[in-house]
RNA sequence: GGGCGGUUAGCUCAGUCCGGUCAGAGCGCCUCGCUUACACCGAGGAAGUCGCAGGUUCGAGUCCUGCACCGCCCACCA
């Protein structure tokens, strides 16, 4: 069974193998031949959020499929069915601007190459990146059930899209309506809300002067005017109003006049409308019902015409006279100079303002008027707000879901209309008549619904789907709804939906939206939000900033396994990380650590146990201390594992493991152990005993670790001795339970006071200044509650601290010194034991009289502390009996050493 | 304008939900050491008034209030 371990450990000579063995062995299918789960355990399915076929992937990707394969392994190894399903977005927007800038390079633009070579174009670049981004997720050591791979493109999702639109549109949840969207000049599509970004910015504020009609002659008036604060004088062209407000006296008498709207020469009503705040700027403002919400909604109340004055392009329209053709800010600044030139610009001031600006392309967003799809989302948002609210679906952090709760009781209608190509069209057709059919049929309607019109009459939209549209059915369409399939029953509702808290409304609410409505169910029960990954300064990872790290690269250097440690240690739920050559230094150095711990122990295997011997639990009645400890150890570190892993705390998972393995197990457990390995007069039983513990712990630790470092712990478990009921492979190896451990409460506390002595004297020889390569000897005095422990580990300390010959005695007098005879050596107290350690002769005494002092005034002062504790009556009364007790022990407890750190120094 | 998060060793961060052995880790730093698993190592060590000010409590990084910076999210005031 076991097998050579190469020296170093290099993590490129195994990894890719590994992965190929895991493939051979098909166990990443739920039902895979060498798939080991059971039907009856509840099934664990996670749905990959899925990548953005615009390139490549980042460290924010190999984050999230570590914690998704962490969360799968674990599940696996628990026996449960398990499903990981992979898949790719078309990021229809994002897919766009990056194909945008590939052909601009070669000169061609999407207007020259048309919609249908663009799309060509497009799904030539994105089976580019496919292959890529899937040979990424395997590197990681994604256990993915490839063979249901599934791409927000493809004919399973473009059904489920055209179904759950009719639906909404039959169930009175998406609408076509003239709105004010947000309008990208540069990407040429409305974009949602959420992809407008708000940014500061100081513009200018300008206070322009119109002129008042004069009824009788029906031309402006020269004299009478009302000035009017804008940000925007472009939008000039397009006003339809003057607005006050109704109690503002300054302008009472002049509601109901009219003004002359300059340059377009429009004569428009001044009207009053509560909307107008009368501190701000002149208290009138002009009213452009096409270019601005507030003034859209003021339009609607007093039935004021919308003139569209700039188009697709912000380009001024011919509805803006004499400025036609020109560009939104050359317009203004030439309206600005006309104003001025007319006596008309009253003044001009720096003004602090926000400005939509497009998440993609970075453009001022412009509001326009256009006829669009959109999803009512009210009633949707209501039953999402209800499986939060009663806990049919958590989201970890809990913070967040404060946050969810603001989003979704404020959430405006999600328009989902894109004037792109990239994308699912949607499913509408429109007849001359003006009559609306929506058909999820693939080829469209037969005829129009309300006047029976033919196909060939009908015109489909030509718009695309929101990219999220696709995306938000994500978690059942990939399981094959529309259509009642196996899968979905069997896998549907998922699991835990794990991703960044940056898409928490952009996505994780639209599956909750959309699944809610369309399956009845909760798409997961958990959502668990990530956070960044960020570079070693705090900065976001980005293309532009070109700081964005290629997994493969580390992966090459350091290997997945200490990639995913790195990520996965490094991070607190929900908070941002930086990520830096430190932390992914120490994960490899822990992986290495775990490789040479591993290679001592299959080396150090006793001569009378057969290499391929099977593995099996030590003699019980062969067990030392030391075997009791390593045993009471691993099955803490289970306990503890397994409770943080309940809580999805995974840094706190790794943070446990590591700890045990190598401060626990390695600095001490192997060391302790190999006294025994290696003592001539232990018997062959009792080094079996010794071998088969270390054995068992390590196993141990190899299960747990394997979901968080697959590869190194596959290879490592694969050159142990298994059981006669384990896999071939640790992938589909049982889950260590905690209570199949043996915890030794008692055992743990001897050991600790054995450990803290060696340690101690260590300090003393250390501080004394004595060579580290010096053997010693020593007495140590050891009350009878530890003398059996420390009877039996007599071998161990005398190694471990290099002191020989060593001598135990019961009581503090067989250390000497206190009658008469100076002691010729190092006083060390630790707990309840006491060591002489005997100097080198000629050695001077005083580092070690410093050293007591201290660390007396240091024992006092604790003591103080504590017996000031026990002298306050309120502590003694209202404090619990068991923390009281405690203070009571540990007063003794330092009282007893004070004395004998005193009686020390006093010789 | 609301809301949230952060402020703990030189640096990067756990710990705060459930108050008392939690003052921790990694990196860095100092002193030793190539002891046959590992120098991607071992042994020892230095280093923090847990942002500030109040409050609750026998007891507070841990709970409450206020404040100060830093960051993020939401937000139709020209």
Same mark, same amino acid.
């Not at 371990?5 to 493939?23: N, S």
């Not at 015409?305 to 700039?310: D, K, S």
């Not at 789907?465 to 059915?473: A, E, H, K, V």
């Given at each position: 069974?076991?097998?050579?371990?190469?020296?170093?450990?290099?993590?490129?000579?195994?990894?890719?193998?590994?992965?190929?063995?895991?493939?051979?062995?098909?166990?990443?299918?739920?039902?895979?031949?060498?798939?080991?789960?059971?039907?009856?355990?509840?099934?664990?399915?996670?749905?990959?959020?899925?990548?953005?076929?615009?390139?490549?992937?980042?460290?924010?990707?190999?984050?999230?499929?570590?914690?998704?394969?962490?969360?799968?392994?674990?599940?696996?190894?628990?026996?449960?069915?398990?499903?990981?399903?992979?898949?790719?977005?078309?990021?229809?927007?994002?897919?766009?601007?990056?194909?945008?800038?590939?052909?601009?390079?070669?000169?061609?633009?999407?207007?020259?190459?048309?919609?249908?070579?663009?799309?060509?174009?497009?799904?030539?670049?994105? @089976?580019?990146?496919?292959?890529?981004?899937?040979?990424?997720?395997?590197?990681?050591?994604?256990?993915?059930?490839?063979?249901?791979?599934?791409?927000?493109?493809?004919?399973?999702?473009?059904? /489920?899209?055209?179904?759950?639109?009719?639906?909404?549109?039959?169930?009175?949840?998406?609408?076509?309506?003239?709105?004010?969207?947000?309008?990208?000049?540069?990407?040429?599509?409305?974009?949602?809300?959420?992809?407008?970004?708000?940014?500061?910015?100081?513009?200018?504020?300008?206070?322009?002067?119109?002129?008042?009609?004069?009824?009788?002659?029906?031309?402006?008036?020269?004299?009478?005017?009302?000035?009017?604060?804008?940000?925007? +004088?472009?939008?000039?062209?397009?006003?339809?109003?003057?607005?006050?407000?109704?109690?503002?006296?300054?302008?009472?008498?002049?509601?109901?006049?009219?003004?002359?709207? +300059?340059?377009?020469?429009?004569?428009?009503?001044?009207?009053?409308?509560?909307?107008?705040?009368?501190?701000?700027?002149?208290?009138?403002?002009?009213?452009?019902?096409?270019?601005?919400?507030?003034?859209?909604?003021?339009?609607?109340?007093?039935?004021?015409? *919308?003139?569209?004055?700039?188009?697709?392009?912000?380009?001024?329209?011919?509805?803006?006279?004499?400025?036609?053709?020109?560009?939104?800010?050359?317009?203004?600044?030439?309206?600005?100079?006309?104003?001025?030139?007319?006596?008309?610009?009253?003044?001009?001031?720096?003004?602090?303002?926000?400005?939509?600006?497009?998440?993609?392309?970075?453009?001022?967003?412009?509001?326009?008027?256009?006829?669009?799809?959109?999803?009512?989302?009210?009633?949707?948002?209501?039953? *999402?707000?209800?499986?939060?609210?009663?806990?049919?679906?958590?989201?970890?952090?809990?913070?967040?879901?404060?946050?969810?709760?603001?989003?979704?009781?404020?959430?405006?209608?999600?328009?989902?209309?894109?004037?792109?190509?990239?994308?699912?069209?949607?499913?509408?057709?429109?007849?001359?008549?003006?009559?609306?059919?929506?058909?999820?049929?693939?080829?469209? +309607?037969?005829?129009?619904?309300?006047?029976?019109?033919?196909?060939?009459?009908?015109?489909?939209?030509?718009?695309?789907?929101?990219?999220?549209?696709?995306?938000?059915?994500?978690?059942?369409?990939?399981?094959?709804?529309?259509?009642?399939?196996?899968?979905?029953?069997?896998?549907?509702?998922?699991?835990?939906?794990?991703?960044?808290?940056?898409?928490?409304?952009?996505?994780?609410?639209?599956?909750?939206?959309?699944?809610?409505?369309?399956?009845?169910?909760?798409?997961?029960?958990?959502?668990?939000?990530?956070?960044?990954?960020?570079?070693?300064?705090?900065?976001?990872?980005?293309?532009?900033?070109?700081?964005?790290?290629?997994?493969?690269?580390?992966?090459?250097?350091?290997?997945?396994?200490?990639?995913?440690?790195?990520?996965?240690?490094?991070?607190?739920?929900?908070?941002?990380?930086?990520?830096?050559? *430190?932390?992914?230094?120490?994960?490899?150095?822990?992986?290495?650590?775990?490789?040479?711990?591993?290679?001592?122990?299959?080396?150090?295997?006793?001569?009378?146990?057969?290499?391929?011997?099977?593995?099996?639990?030590?003699?019980?009645?062969?067990?030392?201390?030391?075997?009791?400890?390593?045993?009471?150890?691993?099955?803490?570190?289970?306990?503890? *594992?397994?409770?943080?892993?309940?809580?999805?705390?995974?840094?706190?998972?790794?943070?446990?493991?590591?700890?045990?393995?190598?401060?626990?197990?390695?600095?001490?457990?192997?060391?302790?152990?190999?006294?025994?390995?290696? @003592?001539?007069?232990?018997?062959?039983?009792?080094?079996?005993?010794?071998?088969?513990?270390?054995?068992?712990?390590?196993?141990?630790?190899?299960?747990?670790?394997?979901?968080?470092?697959?590869?190194?712990?596959?290879?490592?478990?694969?050159?142990?001795?298994?059981?006669?009921?384990?896999? @071939?492979?640790?992938?589909?190896?049982?889950?260590?339970?905690?209570?199949?451990?043996?915890?030794?409460?008692?055992?743990?506390?001897?050991?600790?006071?054995?450990?803290?002595?060696?340690?101690?004297?260590?300090?003393?020889?250390?501080?004394?200044?004595?060579?580290?390569?010096?053997?010693?000897?020593?007495?140590?005095?050891?009350?009878?509650?530890?003398?059996?422990?420390?009877? /039996?580990?007599?071998?161990?300390?005398?190694?471990?601290?290099?002191?020989?010959?060593?001598?135990?005695?019961?009581?503090?007098?067989?250390?000497?010194?206190?009658?008469?005879?100076?002691?010729?050596?190092?006083?060390?107290?630790?707990?309840?034991?006491?060591?002489?350690?005997?100097?080198?002769?000629?050695?001077?005494?005083?580092?070690?009289?410093?050293?007591?002092?201290?660390?007396?005034?240091?024992?006092?002062?604790?003591?103080?502390?504590?017996?000031?504790?026990?002298?306050?009556?309120?502590?003694?009364?209202?404090?619990?009996?068991?923390?009281?007790?405690?203070?009571?022990?540990?007063?003794?407890?330092?009282?007893?050493?004070?004395?004998?750190?005193?009686?020390?120094?006093?010789?």
């Amino acid at each position: 069974m076991t097998t050579d371990l190469p020296k170093a450990y290099r993590p490129i000579d195994f990894e890719g193998a590994v992965y190929e063995r895991w493939l051979a062995a098909d166990v990443f299918a739920p039902d895979g031949a060498g798939s080991r789960a059971d039907d009856a355990k509840p099934g664990f399915v996670i749905i990959q959020p899925p990548p953005n076929v615009t390139g490549s992937l980042h460290l924010g990707h190999a984050q999230r499929t570590a914690v998704e394969d962490l969360l799968i392994r674990h599940a696996r190894m628990q026996g449960r069915p398990t499903l990981f399903l992979p898949g790719l977005d078309h990021a229809s927007i994002a897919a766009q601007v990056v194909l945008d800038r590939i052909i601009a390079a070669e000169g061609e633009t999407r207007g020259s190459l048309g919609r249908e070579r663009y799309l060509e174009r497009m799904r030539a670049f994105s @089976d580019s990146t496919k292959p890529v981004m899937l040979g990424q997720q395997r590197r990681v050591g994604a256990s993915a059930d490839w063979g249901r791979l599934r791409y927000t493109m493809d004919d399973g999702s473009a059904r /489920a899209v055209r179904v759950a639109f009719e639906r909404l549109y039959r169930h009175g949840l998406a609408y076509r309506t003239e709105a004010l969207v947000n309008w990208c000049p540069g990407c040429r599509t409305s974009v949602s809300d959420l992809e407008t970004i708000p940014t500061p910015e100081t513009g200018t504020l300008w206070f322009v002067r119109y002129h008042l009609v004069d009824e009788a002659t029906g031309e402006p008036s020269a004299s009478e005017t009302i000035t009017v604060a804008t940000t925007r +004088p472009e939008t000039i062209l397009g006003d339809t109003a003057v607005a006050v407000h109704p109690d503002d006296g300054r302008y009472a008498t002049l509601v109901g006049r009219r003004v002359r709207i +300059p340059f377009v020469e429009r004569t428009v009503e001044i009207i009053a409308d509560d909307v107008v705040d009368p501190a701000f700027g002149t208290g009138a403002v002009k009213i452009t019902p096409a270019h601005d919400q507030d003034d859209r909604a003021t339009g609607l109340r007093h039935g004021l015409p *919308a003139i569209t004055v700039l188009d697709e392009a912000a380009r001024v329209t011919r509805e803006g006279g004499p400025y036609e053709g020109l560009d939104r800010y050359e317009a203004r600044a030439r309206i600005v100079d006309d104003l001025r030139g007319r006596g008309d610009l009253e003044a001009e001031r720096p003004h602090e303002m926000i400005v939509g600006r497009c998440q993609r392309s970075n453009d001022v967003v412009e509001p326009r008027l256009m006829t669009q799809w959109f999803v009512r989302t009210g009633p949707l948002a209501a039953r *999402a707000l209800d499986s939060t609210r009663s806990g049919r679906t958590r989201i970890l952090p809990a913070r967040f879901e404060k946050t969810w709760e603001h989003w979704l009781t404020n959430i405006r209608d999600w328009n989902v209309s894109r004037q792109l190509w990239w994308g699912h069209r949607i499913p509408a057709w429109y007849c001359p008549d003006g009559h609306i059919t929506v058909s999820a049929e693939e080829g469209g +309607p037969a005829a129009c619904e309300a006047c029976g019109r033919p196909a060939a009459e009908l015109e489909q939209d030509p718009d695309i789907f929101d990219t999220w549209f696709s995306s938000g059915l994500w978690p059942f369409s990939t399981l094959g709804w529309p259509d009642d399939t196996p899968d979905l029953r069997r896998f549907y509702p998922t699991s835990v939906m794990e991703t960044g808290y940056d898409i928490l409304f952009f996505w994780v609410a639209r599956m909750m939206m959309l699944g809610l409505h369309l399956t009845g169910a909760e798409p997961f029960h958990t959502v668990y939000l990530s956070g960044l990954v960020r570079d070693p300064y705090g900065k976001k990872m980005s293309k532009t900033t070109g700081n964005v790290v290629d997994p493969l690269e580390v992966i090459d250097e350091s290997g997945a396994d200490a990639l995913r440690f790195a990520l996965i240690h490094g991070a607190a739920p929900g908070m941002d990380q930086r990520f830096g050559p *430190a932390k992914l230094d120490n994960a490899r150095n822990f992986a290495n650590k775990l490789w040479n711990a591993t290679r001592f122990v299959v080396g150090a295997r006793p001569a009378t146990i057969a290499p391929d011997a099977r593995r099996r639990a030590p003699d019980p009645d062969r067990l030392g201390p030391t075997e009791r400890w390593i045993r009471s150890r691993a099955a803490a570190a289970t306990e503890a *594992a397994n409770s943080a892993l309940a809580e999805l705390a995974f840094g706190e998972m790794t943070r446990v493991l590591y700890d045990a393995i190598w401060t626990e197990f390695c600095d001490w457990g192997i060391e302790l152990a190999k006294v025994r390995l290696a @003592d001539d007069d232990s018997s062959p039983g009792e080094r079996e005993a010794t071998w088969w513990t270390l054995v068992e712990a390590l196993d141990t630790y190899l299960r747990l670790l394997h979901p968080v470092m697959p590869f190194v712990t596959e290879t490592l478990w694969g050159a142990l001795p298994h059981a006669a009921d384990d896999p @071939d492979l640790l992938i589909v190896a049982r889950w260590p339970s905690p209570s199949g451990g043996v915890r030794d409460e008692a055992t743990e506390r001897d050991l600790t006071a054995v450990l803290d002595l060696v340690r101690a004297v260590r300090n003393a020889r250390a501080e004394a200044g004595i060579e580290a390569a010096a053997w010693l000897a020593a007495d140590v005095a050891v009350p009878r509650a530890l003398a059996s422990t420390v009877g /039996a580990l007599k071998p161990a300390i005398s190694r471990l601290a290099r002191v020989r010959p060593l001598t135990l005695h019961a009581s503090r007098d067989g250390l000497g010194g206190r009658e008469g005879t100076p002691p010729e050596g190092l006083a060390v107290v630790a707990g309840s034991l006491e060591a002489l350690v005997r100097r080198p002769a000629g050695e001077p005494r005083d580092a070690d009289r410093t050293r007591l002092a201290r660390e007396l005034a240091e024992a006092e002062g604790f003591l103080a502390t504590a017996r000031a504790r026990l002298a306050n009556e309120s502590f003694m009364s209202r404090a619990p009996a068991a923390v009281v007790e405690g203070a009571r022990a540990r007063e003794a407890e330092l009282a007893d050493q004070v004395e004998r750190l005193r009686s020390r120094l006093a010789e």
